[in-house]
């Protein structure tokens, strides 16, 4: 869950299908190493995207798109003709590949630009540095548990599996502006235990945790007689290791692929935790 020195810009493809979204797989591989690189979102990956590709005759994904509002900082491209007129840069289809990521090149430079002119104006702002000392845990005595219990908003905190609190201890550094109490643990009874013991709003399951079956963990963790709904979210190296059926039978929200950015890990946690101010 470390950050990574760059990463290409993850596009959401929004009305196409199976084959064609194997399509945009095919010419993002091949455009690697040659200008900006894209990457496309699967359906239940919880990042948000840094642009939309929408098929512009397929009113479900216009009516998405403008659920996404997009703007100079997330944009949109339409592809083919919509049936009404739409303020969005568009390309005729079919199209050539060279043409839409000299579009798509360009938007990305205007969505730089947005967001050195909000830097500049101290809109965007960097993470604060932490107020308070982290909460910690003693996993082989139950009276932590219940001191951990009172210290810890009703409304819940974030627990992450890994093989180490390290993780923990980076996530804890993002979240001080959202004065978030990060938890750890590092395998699954400690796991199940933390979270019949303390309120979670959110668990990050990191999938390469040794011993660590992330279904069976999900499931555990939601048979609890708990107010807070927790979501479980799991961390991925590959996202073909991501078994949909299953993540859906036992209530997984969804997966973020590793390494994540730092910004795009605190969008998505901020959407599931809960207001503290």
């Avoid at 890994?162 to 923990?168: G, I």
């Avoid at 201890?169 to 990060?182: F, K």
């Avoid at 660590?212 to 499931?219: E, G, V």
Wanted: glycine share 6%; proline share 7%; net charge negative.
């Amino acid at each position: 869950m470390m950050p990574a020195q760059s990463f290409p810009f993850t596009v959401r493809l929004l009305g196409f299908g199976l084959q064609e979204a194997v399509a945009f797989d095919t010419a993002f591989a091949a455009r690697q190493g040659r200008g900006c690189g894209y990457v496309r979102l699967e359906d239940d990956n919880l990042q948000d995207p840094d642009l939309h590709i929408a098929a512009a005759s397929n009113l479900g994904a216009l009516a998405a798109l403008a659920h996404w509002r997009p703007s100079e900082l997330r944009p949109a491209l339409l592809v083919g003709q919509p049936a009404v007129q739409l303020d969005y840069p568009r390309i005729e289809a079919p199209f050539s590949w060279d043409a839409l990521f000299e579009l798509l090149d360009r938007l990305i430079e205007r969505r730089a630009d947005a967001l050195s002119r909000l830097e500049a104006a101290d809109v965007v702002t960097v993470a604060e540095r932490r107020r308070r000392p982290r909460p910690d845990i003693d996993l082989t005595d139950p009276a932590e548990y219940e001191r951990l219990r009172s210290a810890i908003p009703t409304n819940g905190a974030v627990l992450v599996i890994d093989r180490n609190s390290a993780s923990r201890d980076y996530l804890s550094e993002l979240l001080a502006r959202q004065r978030t109490p990060v938890l750890w643990a590092g395998d699954e009874v400690t796991a199940v235990e933390l979270c019949r013991s303390i309120p979670m709003a959110v668990v990050l399951i990191n999938t390469s945790t040794p011993g660590i079956d992330p279904y069976r963990l999900c499931w555990g963790i939601k048979e609890k007689d708990s107010p807070v709904r927790t979501t479980v979210i799991l961390l991925l190296g590959k996202p073909e290791e991501y078994d949909r059926q299953q993540a859906r039978y036992v209530g997984v929200e969804g997966f973020l692929n590793k390494p994540i950015a730092n910004h795009h890990l605190v969008a998505v946690l901020k959407k599931y935790l809960p207001d503290t101010r």
